[in-house]
């Protein structure tokens, strides 16, 4: 029986958990106790308060199985990316070099730094436990948020947007950071992501150079990086994909790895999502059904679980008592159903990032 759910102080043991086994460690899930207690009650008081508007608000869900009393996962929304302090990416472009003299004329790639993406809200913090991976527990927790801002849109921005880890190489070293940031920081790329995550990354802006990365100046395994995401990633790239977003010419600013964004309105979870009344039925006598994710009409007490989509004749969804108490739903109740399953997505450019 697993559940998305907000969280709450109690789950602190299992954030520390989550945080210290993520693959790659994550900058926007330190593995740092304070930090982490922060971000519950940032996240609490997020959800207590009344919001017309996106601003600098947070929240932190975790993925509880039931069976096992125990927190298997969580994952974060940022209402607004750069509301506290700009949100930096390297933005992909492309300068046109020409002589008419020499009759040369050169297209050369450069990354130039950005601060576009701070007005999206983002998704991210995503770590889960690996007993659960490759199930319908890793959509549930990866989706349930675009379920949540479904239900409050006035919380959170037009466009969504998800950071991916980057590429590492086999010595957990990042080629890109190898190249670039390491030259003005001196440190290496694990010391400086959890400094960026214990911390901020206000200093990139201090120390990073402010004019154009000319990519043919990069070395090759550099070069390679860009916008490639980590390995143990790539099942979410696909996923979200999947669901609409696009890669985006903007990446980390550490490790190169791919920002990918969306229309909310766009996704294939909010194209798809509708309210059902509720009839509660014995487990046994539901018809079979394909997979939905399903939640209920609530703020702080947010619960998302998956379950099957079986439809009475008159539009209402059978959901066994077990589902409805994890839900806190009774009979004739409205809840939000969206297809687990997705449809075969593309790996395409955002046309409007040309």
Known sequence: MLVVRPAKPADLPGL???????????????????????RITRSQQSLARDIDFPGDDSYTFVLEDRERGEVVGTATIRAQAGAREAYYTYRQETLIHASQQLDVRREVQTLALSHEVSEASLLCALSLDARY??????????????????????????????????????????????????????RGFEEINHFAGVRSKSFVAEVMPQF?????????QARAAIGREHPDHETAMNEMLAEGFLRSRHVDIFDAGPVIKAERERLETFRRCIWHPVRIRPAASLPDAEPAMVA???????????????????????LSPEHAELLGVEE???????????????????????
């Open 16 to 38: 520390e958990r989550l945080a210290g086994t993520a693959t790659p460690r994550l900058t926007n899930l330190p593995a740092h106790r304070d930090r982490l207690e922060e």
């Open 133 to 186: 991976k490759g199930t319908s527990a890793e959509s549930l927790l990866r989706r349930a948020r675009l379920m949540f801002i479904a239900q409050y849109p006035e919380r959170f921005a037009e466009i969504l947007a998800v950071a991916f880890p980057g590429y590492l190489d086999a010595d957990g070293e990042s080629p890109f950071w190898n190249s670039v940031g390491r030259h003005f920081f001196v």
């Open 212 to 220: 154009p990365l000319y990519l043919p100046l990069l070395t090759p």
């Open 296 to 318: 209920n009409q609530k703020l702080e007490g947010f619960r998302c679980l998956v379950t099957r989509y079986a439809l009475s004749p008159t539009g209402q969804l059978m």
């Open 332 to 354: 004739g109740r409205a809840v939000l159903a969206a297809p687990l399953t997705l449809p075969a997505g593309e790996d395409i450019l955002d046309e409007g990032e040309l």
